[in-house]
Antibody
Framework: EVLLVESGGTLIRPGGSLRLSCAASGFTFSGSDMTWVRRAPGGGLESVAYISGGGGTTYYAESVKGRFSISRDNAKNSVFLQMNSLRDQDTATYFC????????????WGQGTVVTVSS | SSELTQDPAVSVALGQTVTITCQGDSLRLYYATWYQQKPGQAPVLVIYTKHNRPSGIPERFSGSSSGDRASLTITGALAEDEADYFCGSRDSDGSNWVFGGGTKLTVL
């Protein structure tokens, strides 16, 4: 079974740091580009960060550039999101998702992990 | 970065047909994808590369596009189709991905 499982979400104070993890199984992880997408309460989807299968290419939303960093460990079938200098506006459910081959679609999604930034 | 625009809310009578639209400059370069998200659940891919359905997505879901607009049509809407629908594409500069603001579909 193809599966993505996120972890690491919690309640954290503004200015703090947090690392989210996403464990993949059931497919060739190293051959798949991955992304972190978030949905804030009452908001829409936002692609926060993206990483190629080999890890050599990354993209970030303007709202998180310089604060968030995406990485992966293909030996452990995992992708990570390091979040620093967290702000109230970063409060959201964070999903990891797999890009479907060379299409522009994300076909497999995790169940999400909740990050709440509040004092 | 690019923006994708969707109507915030649409309603449809049970069994009728509804079209949800998405507009943005990036759609002139990249095909739209469509996702369905129900409360408390992860998004589900329903249409990719303009009009393709992943395995398991009912035939009542279809996609089309022209110019800077893309559409998702549900033919014969069911109560279970009530959800938020998001369009997505690659950013015009080929970097990150962008999503529309979402359309809340109510089935009456």
């Amino acid at each position: 079974e193809v599966l993505l499982v996120e972890s690491g979400g919690t309640l954290i104070r503004p200015g703090g740091s947090l690392r989210l993890s996403c464990a993949a199984s059931g497919f060739t992880f190293s051959g798949s580009d991955m992304t972190w997408v978030r949905r804030a309460p009452g908001g829409g989807l936002e692609s926060v960060a993206y990483i190629s299968g080999g890890g050599g290419t990354t993209y970030y939303a303007e709202s998180v550039k310089g604060r968030f960093s995406i990485s992966r460990d293909n030996a452990k079938n995992s992708v990570f999101l390091q979040m620093n200098s967290l702000r109230d506006q970063d409060t959201a459910t964070y999903f990891c998702a797999r890009r479907s081959g060379t299409s522009y679609a994300f076909d497999i999604w995790g169940q999400g992990t909740v990050v709440t930034v509040s004092s | 970065s690019s923006e994708l625009t969707q109507d915030p809310a649409v309603s449809v009578a049970l069994g009728q047909t509804v079209t949800i639209t998405c507009q943005g400059d990036s759609l002139r370069l990249y095909y739209a994808t469509w996702y369905q998200q129900k409360p408390g659940q992860a998004p589900v891919l329903v249409i990719y590369t303009k009009h393709n359905r992943p395995s398991g997505i009912p035939e009542r879901f279809s996609g089309s596009s022209s110019g800077d607009r893309a559409s998702l049509t549900i033919t014969g809407a069911l109560a279970e189709d009530e959800a938020d629908y998001f369009c997505g594409s690659r950013d015009s500069d080929g970097s990150n991905w962008v999503f529309g603001g979402g359309t809340k579909l109510t089935v009456l």
